[in-house]
Each structure stands twice: as C-alpha cells, then as structure tokens.
T-cell receptor
Framework: AQSVTQLDSQVPVFEEAPVELRCNYS??????LFWYVQYPNQGLQLLLK??????LVKGINGFEAEFNKSQTSFHLRKPSVHISDTAEYFC?????????????FGRGTSLIVHP | ETGVTQTPRHLVMGMTNKKSLKCEQH?????MYWYKQSAKKPLELMFV???????ENNSVPSRFSPECPNSSHLFLHLHTLQPEDSALYLC?????????????FGSGTQLSVL
C-alpha cells in the first residue's frame, strides 16, 4: 500500500512571493504522482502529474513540481503567487505497475495568499 | 466545467429523512467514485464502481447505499443519517484502463444533517 504525507496543513504567503507545498510519499512499488487543487465551493481538479521522464513537471497556472525518488518527495512550487491561488491543494499517488488504480490522497494543504 | 455533474449542490435533511445524491458523467469513463470530505479531515474514499460493479466499499455504514444503474450515473442513497455525516460529498470518474489517468471531480453536494 502507499501513503501520502502533506506536512503543512496551512501555508500563508503574501501575494507575489514564492511558495512551496510539501508532499512526501511512501510506496514499495513505482508510483505516479499528482497534485490537485480545490477552489472554494468546487471539486478537485488536476494541476499536474508525474508519470515518467523528466523529474520537473509543469502544470497549469504557473505551478511546477519536482519528483525526487531518493527523498520520496513531490513538492509543488510557484515562483510568484496570486490572490486567486488561494485554495486547498492535495497530493495523490497511484501505483504505476497495475493493481489498484485508486489514488491515495494526502490530507491537503490550505494555501492562503494575502494582499 | 469538468464533465461531472452533481445534484443537488446543497442538501439539508433531518435524521429520519431519506434522500439521494446524484452524479452524472458523459466522458466515457468506466470507473466512478464517491468521496466524503469533512472539515479538517483527509478525503475519504467511500465506494468505487468499475463497469457498474462495486469494487470497493471502504467500511461505509449501511445508512449510505450506493447505486450505479449504468456507467454514466451514480447515486448515493441516504437514510437515518447522523449529524457527523454532515460533509461535502464528492463524485469522481476516471478511465479504468489507464492507471495514469486523472480523476474528474464534480463540484460536490454539501450535506447538512440536523
């Protein structure tokens, strides 16, 4: 089985500042990794995903994430945040080699962007 | 617009009521999910349907009863709920054939049990 840890439940930041949301995973097999975003009163939507290849993945809205296999991490970054980035962010993992296709989600990190 | 539609968006019900949540997708997906999202808690997987067959029941109390009449529709029937069942209920769908495929989520039904 795999698990996902998002250490920060809340990350406050000022507008135009950089931000990093941390995600660590645990799995005995190869995985696919995802970041989802949930804006207020909405469902989750995909920001980006890592399947294979380049460890730096770029997603929508200027976000990017880097897969680090040795540290089992998949941290999400943005060089300059906007007020509209205020949302809940979820890291998720799925086995890549078949078996269960159901993703395991982290607890979520609330990003709060202040003007 | 994700292609997954949930109705109603909000629902208030008493503990003795019976109600149903509806989810609909026309994305050609063959897997559908119910998740429960409570404040300050992780996203909880409740049920998974794969080609209309239930493949996962994550120890959900029997007062929640799912139904999947076809691969495009998913229902969650509710009866004799408890106040602690108040939460956002999210439906999602995906293509079972591609493990790397993302989940498409609906906007959820915000349920309040009085």
């Amino acid at each position: 089985a795999q698990s996902v840890t998002q250490l920060d439940s809340q990350v406050p930041v000022f507008e135009e500042a950089p931000v990093e949301l941390r995600c660590n995973y645990s799995s005995s097999v190869s995985v696919y990794l995802f970041w989802y975003v949930q804006y207020p009163n909405q469902g989750l939507q995909l920001l980006l995903k890592y399947l294979s290849g380049s460890t730096l993945v770029k997603g929508i809205n200027g976000f990017e994430a880097e897969f680090n296999k040795s540290q089992t991490s998949f941290h999400l970054r943005k060089p300059s945040v906007h007020i509209s980035d205020t949302a809940e962010y979820f890291c998720a993992v799925t086995r890549s080699g078949g078996g269960s296709y159901i993703p395991t989600f982290g607890r979520g990190t609330s990003l709060i962007v202040h003007p | 617009e994700t292609g997954v539609t949930q109705t109603p968006r909000h629902l208030v019900m008493g503990m003795t009521n019976k109600k149903s949540l509806k989810c609909e997708q026309h994305l050609g997906h063959n897997a559908m999910y119910w998740y429960k999202q409570s404040a300050k808690k992780p996203l909880e997987l409740m049920f998974v349907y794969n080609f209309k067959e239930q493949t996962e029941n994550n120890s959900v109390p029997s007062r929640f009863s799912p139904e999947c009449p076809n691969s495009s529709h998913l229902f969650l029937h509710l009866h004799t709920l408890q106040p602690e069942d108040s939460a956002l209920y999210l439906c999602a769908s995906s293509s079972r054939d591609r493990v790397s495929e993302k989940l498409f989520f609906g906007s959820g039904t915000q349920l309040s049990v009085l």
